[in-house]
């Protein structure tokens, strides 16, 4: 099992800056891949960002590309995502995943982090 803890979520003016983290805990040496999701109230669940364990594969969504940033701290179990430029639009919740060798899939989650950006 892994266990997933988001923090860093908040309240900013757009054109501001957020980091987000990420902390995983458990069976960490499974995880293949992990990423950011976010839900906006009334929106279904949409991908934001997503990194390999290695660092060699980065995705980013078109609606965040040059906005945002995923890295990873192996050695803290760690990954952070960087909001530059927020706008309005990125208001959500920001979920936490990880996909685990010999899954194709996320299987583990985190409980969220409320980020709001004003006007």
């Known amino acids: 099992q892994v266990q997933l803890v988001e923090s860093g979520g908040g309240l900013v003016q757009a054109g501001g800056s957020l980091r987000l983290s990420c902390a995983a805990s458990?069976?960490?040496?499974?995880?293949?891949?992990m990423g950011w999701f976010r839900q906006a109230p009334g929106k279904e669940r949409e991908f934001v960002a997503t990194?390999?364990?290695?660092?060699?594969?980065?995705i980013y969504a078109d609606s965040v590309k040059g906005r945002f940033t995923i890295s990873r701290d192996n050695a803290q179990d760690t990954v952070n995502l960087q909001m530059n430029s927020l706008k309005p639009e990125d208001t959500a919740v920001y979920y936490c995943?990880?996909?685990?060798?010999?899954?194709?899939?996320?299987?583990?989650w985190g409980q969220g982090t409320q980020v709001t950006v004003s006007s």
């Open positions: 990194i390999t364990k290695s660092g060699d594969s980065i």
């Open positions: 458990g069976r960490t040496f499974t995880i293949y891949r």
């Open positions: 995943a990880a996909v685990i060798y010999g899954v194709g899939e996320y299987r583990f």
